[in-house]
């Protein structure tokens, strides 16, 4: 077996981990991340996408509150591409308690939320949709977050900084002598093959699997998988986040985020995060829930509905896990367990990622005799070449570079707004080499993707460059891309590619299937129906496979995987 | 007052309106926008389950097999007399198709699979699977609903063998995408043809025949495929692309001008709303106009607004399934839980895609009793219930077939 030998190995390529490996590389320190999936595989990839203010928290949880605040401010900072200043609303509707209003405000204050109460015409006058009947409104500053390029581009800059980051690689064991943990046995996914990670220090920070992992050393570490189901609508019928004014309960928020708008969530507790469904009811529940906002929030076309699972730490008695605190917590398990060599970072939300791994930084730093200060909070992140094509960075991306030390990759100009993609397309006159028209990606951010070494199969492609996750879901652009995929000329010369191309079409079909079901009806059957048409009619998808080929497996294709693989049933 | 409103201007619509027509009546077709001719690749599926016996048989078999399937609505006759009368219409617009109903042909697609299809445009003949000759396939960058190197690459694999390539554009006016349509376009300028002619003749190496995307030109397909064939020293042949498809819009093309020059009329993009009835005959359908509601009246109607996809057949989050035109009674299943079966690619599609107006022999809409609920209104197409004609690939087939009937049955009244 293969022994790799670093300081720090972090488990877990979501926001916490990408954010932690970019400190560690930082100050300096040697690191390697793995992640059983592709980047932002697991929770951060699946949730709604919402910048807090830190309004939602104010009163049940004041110190995730003030922590979602500060944070706030940083992140608009370091990763403008990434963010849309969408602004916020907190509103009282005729089913909300009244009186929660003026506790909200005053908790506001209390935990240094900024917040201004503003008038229901005002209100009216910037969202025409709402409902009219709300009585109080107070304005915050939500977002919209980008939460797969805010990953890929912290994975990014903790790569310029000497990070090791290997996607499909799944933990399969940690190597414990005595009360050390001193690496962990890695399987990489698409090759078989197994290697071993020696470290100093291990960083879990898994999120909801930081449980499974840290068993993996005999260490207990308690985290309540709970899911939240979140529907996305086809029209941005607001441009403003919108909360009601009351303690957070189920289907009471709406993001606007790039061309949907996303209204979550549920909060189930599930017994294992690798196995969860979608009710009906939930669905069901969310559109009722939307009316009381939106006054004919159903009859928008619903696009897909999906499901991700809150890491929440238990270390207190909570009556429901509503009541588990939003805050992180880093558990160090030499003084917790008497077990050396291993930290959990648990719970925490995606707004706090940077500030979880800075603590989480800052204990092993200390540990290792490293006195960097963390600098997260002032350098800028660069922008993915998935944003603008790969290419050398033209003048027009790279305007307003800063922090041009070592990095190469260009700098953000600015907040993300909505019509940015369509000017990008405008300014390029690239209309003619539009593969995905829906989320208007161009043919050179697909390739792009499909080039960067953690593509394995499409739904890569679609985290890199939210290819398909438009009103069609995929029904143009997966050929196009499916093709694209097949003509890259490294792959081309491989025997295996074409299997995998077809493998690759039929494996995203029935992704895009499994999450457009549970909103399927009206114009979006409709538009699966045409998904058929291209597919059976016109392609003949069902014939290839005719030819005995099996679904998975393929060198370098990692599609149905059991380690990765969300079992999703009724729940 | 009308004597006859066709509701739908898919191949059901179209075909009863031709019936209509050749039965002396001046039928008026009446669409909220085209049909499904339009998403579909011009090929006329009749049954496409692999069976030796051919889709005749096969479709013979299933007035036993599948009493409820909109097949065992028609006899063999029946069904061969509707494709000879459509084949004789294509012909006599100088865009033949062949094929026969005795043995499926498969043809290439652009992913490379080899589909079966009973009739096809002779434009397209050549990609014959069973035809000797190594194939070329060629596309341009600018396309992006057909990519040759994926398609040869598929057909390799299956023992075809086959080159992908591409073509340059000549020296293009200002232009910034391409459609299908633009290309089609394109291929009936006789200079573009001459240039993508020399191409293929460089490019054709030990190659016989020559695929291209189905773009051959709007109207003149036949003149403009002989001319490659003829540049480039090879059979050319199309292969249907990602939709807008252009052999549908020749199709729809061939079929308004005949309907038209037989005293029809058309009136696209005027979608039904509701209808009115006096016992037990429709007598008046409104449709949407921008200011007020558009009354029409008629003797007999004949409803061929298509399934889920053409728009016939619309579902909602509560789980209801609606006919659109005249709210008749459907045949659907029973709360969405029934709709799906649990993977996208099962073999027997979707319950939710069979929905659709149940009928007697003489396609009249029954409702949940089996009574006959206009007396005036015939149904053809995919607003019929009991076919998944996608999985099942015949939808064309069923269409032209069911829509003949309809059309004969009103006429004959």
């Known amino acids: ?571 | 007052m009308r004597d006859t409103i066709i509701i739908g201007a898919g191949l059901a619509g179209l075909m009863g309106a031709l019936a209509l027509a050749e039965a002396g009546r001046k039928p008026f077709v009446l669409a909220k926008g085209h049909g499904t001719t339009h998403w579909m690749g011009g090929t006329i599926d009749v049954w496409g389950a692999p069976d030796e016996a051919g889709p005749r048989a096969a479709v013979a078999r299933l007035a036993t097999e599948q009493p409820d399937h909109p097949y065992a609505l028609l006899s063999t006759a029946e069904l061969t007399a509707a494709l000879e009368r459509f084949r004789a219409l294509v012909a006599a617009a100088g865009y033949p198709y062949v094929g026969s109903l005795d043995h499926n042909v498969l043809l290439p697609t652009a992913l490379g699979a080899l589909r079966p299809t009973a009739l096809m445009p002779a434009t397209m003949a050549a990609g014959d699977a069973r035809l000797p000759g190594p194939i070329l396939i060629a596309g341009f960058h600018e396309l992006r609903d057909f990519f040759p190197p994926l398609a040869a690459a598929n057909l390799n694999a299956q023992g075809i063998a086959a080159r992908g390539v591409y073509l340059d554009m000549p020296p293009i006016e200002r232009k910034l995408d391409f459609s299908t349509v633009t290309f089609a376009r394109l291929f009936e300028q006789p200079a573009f043809r001459v240039h993508v002619g020399r191409q293929l003749r460089a490019l054709r190496g030990d190659a016989t025949r020559i695929g291209l995307p189905a773009v051959l030109g709007l109207h003149n397909a036949t003149s403009v495929v002989a001319e490659l064939q003829t540049l480039s020293g090879a059979q050319i042949f199309e292969i249907p692309t990602l939709p807008t498809s252009v052999p549908g819009m020749r199709l729809f093309t061939i079929f308004e001008r005949a309907i038209t020059a037989a005293g029809g009329r058309f009136q696209i993009g005027s979608l039904v709303l509701r209808a009115e009835s006096a016992g037990e005959r429709l007598t008046t359908i409104y449709t949407e106009a921008a200011a007020r509601e558009q009354r029409h009246q008629a003797a007999d109607f004949l409803l061929a607004t298509g399934g889920v996809a053409g728009g016939g057949v619309r579902t909602d989050h509560a789980g209801a399934v609606r006919e659109t035109a005249l709210g008749l009674p459907l045949r659907a299943p029973n709360g969405r839980e029934q709709w799906f079966a649990p993977r996208f690619r099962a073999e027997d599609g979707h319950p939710i895609f069979r929905a659709g107006v149940g009928v007697n022999a003489n396609l009249r809409p029954l409702d949940a009793a089996d009574r006959v609920v206009y007396h005036n209104v015939t149904v053809g197409g995919n607003a019929l219930a009991g076919a998944d004609a996608i999985r099942e690939r015949c939808y064309a087939g069923l269409a032209l077939a069911t829509g003949w009937k309809a059309g004969k049955l009103l006429g004959l009244v």
């Open chain 1, 1 to 571: 077996m293969q022994s790799i030998e670093t300081d720090v190995l972090v488990i877990g390529g979501g926001a916490t981990g990408t954010g932690c490996a970019r400190d560690l590389a930082m100050r300096g320190i040697r690191c390697i991340l793995v992640e059983k999936g592709d980047l932002t595989h697991g929770t951060t990839g699946r949730y709604h996408g919402l910048l807090h203010s830190g309004g939602r928290y104010v009163t049940k949880d004041p110190q995730s509150a003030t922590e979602c605040a500060h944070e706030n401010v940083i992140l608009r900072r370091i990763m403008p591409h990434c963010l849309e200043d969408t602004s916020g609303f907190f509103v009282t509707t005729p089913w909300d308690d009244p009186d929660y209003a003026d506790l909200f405000y005053t908790n506001c204050q209390k935990t240094q939320v900024p917040v201004q109460e503003i008038s229901v015409a005002e209100m009216l006058r910037r969202e025409p949709v709402l409902n009219p009947q709300i009585s109080r409104v107070f304005e915050v500053a939500d977002g919209a977050a980008d939460a797969f390029l805010a990953t890929h581009s912290t994975a990014l800059a903790a790569r310029e900084y000497g990070a090791d980051i290997r996607t499909y690689h799944n933990v399969i064991d940690l190597v414990r002598i005595g009360d050390r943990v001193v690496g962990a046995v890695v399987e990489d996914l698409r090759s078989g093959e197994q290697k071993e990670i020696r470290c100093a220090y291990i960083l879990n920070a898994a999120g909801a699997w930081a449980g499974k992992i840290a068993g993996l050393a005999g260490l207990t570490v308690t985290v309540v998988p709970g899911k939240g189901t979140m529907v996305a609508m086809n029209h941005r019928m607001i441009n403003t986040v919108v909360n009601r004014c009351k303690l957070p309960d189920d289907g009471d928020i709406i993001v606007p985020i790039r061309t949907v708008a996303v209204i979550g969530t549920t909060d189930v507790h599930v017994p294992d995060p690798d196995v969860y469904g979608i009710d009906a009811e939930e669905i069901q529940f969310m559109l009722d829930e939307g009316e009381k906002l939106i006054p004919g929030f159903k009859q928008y076309r619903a696009l897909r509905a999906w499901a991700g699972v809150r890491p929440l730490y238990k270390d207190v008695d909570a009556v429901s896990d509503r009541d588990i605190p939003r805050t992180y917590k880093l558990l160090d398990h030499a003084e917790r367990d008497g077990v050396e060599g291993i930290l959990s970072i648990v719970g925490g939300k995606w707004t706090t990622y940077r500030l979880m791994a800075q603590e989480s930084v800052d204990a092993i730093a200390k540990r290792l005799g490293n006195t960097n200060p963390c600098r997260t909070a002032e350098e800028i992140l660069p922008v993915p070449a998935t944003e603008y094509g790969g290419r050398k960075p033209t003048a027009a991306v790279a305007n307003g570079a800063v922090g041009s030390s070592a990095p190469s990759a260009p700098r953000p100009t600015g907040l993300f707004w909505l019509g940015k993609p369509l000017a990008d397309v405008e300014r390029k006159h690239s209309y003619g080499d539009l593969i995905c028209e829906c989320e208007l990606v161009t043919r050179e951010r697909v390739v792009a993707a499909i080039e960067a070494d953690s593509a394995a199969n499409l739904d890569d492609i679609r985290r890199d460059v939210r290819m398909g996750m438009g009103p069609c879901q995929g029904g143009f652009c997966t050929y196009r891309a499916v093709a694209l995929w097949a003509e890259i000329p490294s792959r081309r010369a491989n025997a295996d590619s074409l299997a995998q191309s077809s493998a690759l079409l039929r494996q995203w079909l029935q992704e895009r299937w499994k999450g457009s079901t549970p909103v399927l009806w009206g114009d979006q059957l409709r538009q699966l129906r045409l998904d058929e048409i291209i597919y059976y009619d016109t392609l003949g998808i069902d014939l290839l496979e005719e030819r005995g080929e099996n679904d998975t497996a393929g060198p370098g294709m990692v599609t149905e995987h059991p380690a990765i693989a969300t079992e999703y049933h009724k729940a």
